[in-house]
């Protein structure tokens, strides 16, 4: 039976950016390296179903992962994607409050402060119509470290990279049990080929479930698993609205966040072709559909009015939706990354990825540092 040294299941952004930090990581260097991923290709669910934004680190909790890996990440990334030439922008970013609004922005901007995101700019209405002459607001703050990303050119590299240090990638295997045995696991797989599926089972000694979505039913298919360590999934929609024509804008425009932080406000972003899309919104949903209700066109027109008056309904267009794997439910207080080891959950040689969602792509080498820092940790107990 074939043995690896990891085994990382899930090849998102996440996995893809833990299998190119292992595979350039000194303990790691000679270390045979797996990465299994069930659809044809990587990165098909959430890490393509997103805002392709390159997050400031600015709302988040102060100390949580989210906050730490976020500002870490950045820096990472914007190294990265100029090392390697891949195409990224830093457009900045203008959050925006109305009237009442106010005294929340200045929350926001001491909240930043705090996570050390300490570039903020404060507008007033004045200077907010010089640089965005279409867009209405009371004051915004400019965030001038936001940018936006080719999610799908990181990735590839990411891939690319890892591979010619030695990772081996599998497309359409999907890891569907962990068995734990004497010093490493039994891994059971199905792959798919056009003939149908076929069994493969092989060993390894540390396992990484970066299975975005189906992280949780991955974790409760692995012997020893205590379930109360597996947090409940609450699945969050985000739909989006293309705008046709050319954006209005020349920064990202951001609302005022929702309460909780659940999502970040209807905004507008655009894509590194210039296509402005507006969203996404937020809706606990119970199935993983991706189909978008274009009734909701009134609602969004209703929320980008409020900074952006001049919208026109006739240019939005239902685009794509993305699926938030939250780990919180509507009712509780903004949730945070969780990444377990053997600390938590106690089966030595396994680490578990929960609730990655925002900032996830912006965070994702910082995470890839944070993981192999928990293995090395746990190969010195
Ligand atoms: C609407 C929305 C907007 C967002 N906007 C941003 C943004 O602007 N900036 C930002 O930084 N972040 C953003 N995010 C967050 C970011 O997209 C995610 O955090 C990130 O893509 C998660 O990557 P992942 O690898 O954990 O998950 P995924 O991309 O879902 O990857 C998990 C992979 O595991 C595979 N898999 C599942 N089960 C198995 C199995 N049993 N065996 C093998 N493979 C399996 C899946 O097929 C999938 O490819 C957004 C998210 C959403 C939903």
Redesign the pocket.
């Known amino acids: 039976m074939d043995k690896f040294d990891v085994c990382i299941?899930?090849?998102?952004?996440?996995?893809l950016a833990i299998a190119y930090q292992l595979s350039k990581s000194a303990r790691y260097a000679n270390a045979s390296i797996v990465l299994?991923?069930?659809?044809p290709s990587?990165?098909?669910?959430?890490?393509s179903?997103?805002?392709?934004?390159?997050?400031a680190g600015i709302y988040y909790a102060t100390d949580s992962l989210k906050a730490n890996l976020c500002v870490a990440g950045k820096k990472l990334l914007y190294d990265h994607l100029q090392k390697f030439e891949l195409p990224h922008r830093k457009l900045g970013k203008l959050i925006v409050a109305q009237k009442t609004e106010e005294e929340a922005l200045e929350a926001v901007k001491e909240k930043a402060h705090e996570n050390g995101v300490t570039d903020l700019c404060w507008i007033d209405t004045h200077q907010l119509r010089k640089l965005e002459p279409e867009v209405r607001g009371h004051a915004a703050l400019l965030s001038p470290s936001t940018g936006i990303i080719d999610s799908h050119s990181y990735m590839q590299n990411l891939l690319n990279l890892a591979e010619s240090q030695g990772v081996i990638f599998a497309s359409r295997?999907?890891?569907?049990a962990v068995h734990q045995e004497p010093k490493s696991f039994l891994i059971n797989t199905v792959l798919t080929h056009t003939h149908g599926l076929e069994p493969y089972d092989f060993h390894c000694t540390e396992f990484i479930n970066?299975?975005?979505?189906?992280a949780q039913e991955?974790a409760l298919k692995t012997e020893g698993m205590n379930p109360k360590y597996v947090p409940r999934l609450h699945l969050c929609k985000?739909d989006y609205f293309s705008y046709s024509g050319g954006s209005p804008f020349s920064h990202l425009i951001y609302p005022m966040p929702e309460a909780n932080h659940i999502g970040l406000g209807i905004h507008s972003t655009i894509d590194i072709a210039g296509q402005l899309r507006f969203g996404?919104d937020t809706e606990f949903v119970d199935n993983q559909s991706y189909a978008i209700d274009a009734g909701k066109s009134n609602r969004f027109v209703n929320s980008i009015k409020r900074y952006f008056p001049t919208v026109d309904p006739a240019k939005l267009h239902p685009s794509y939706a993305?699926?938030?794997?939250k780990i919180v439910g509507p009712e509780d207080d903004a949730g945070d990354f969780q990444i377990q080891d053997s600390s938590i959950h106690g089966i030595k040689g396994l680490v578990q990825?929960f609730g990655?969602?925002?900032?996830?792509?912006?965070?994702s080498l910082a995470i890839g540092e944070y993981v192999i820092d928990q293995m090395n940790r746990e190969a010195r107990r």
Do not use: D, K
């Not at 299941?9 to 996995?15: I, S």
């Open positions: 299941a899930g090849a998102g952004v996440v996995g299994l991923e069930r659809e990587f990165g098909q669910i959430t890490s179903r997103n805002s392709e934004v390159i997050h295997s999907e890891v569907i970066c299975a975005g979505l189906n991955l985000g996404p993305g699926i938030r794997p990825l990655m969602e925002s900032p996830a792509l912006t965070a």
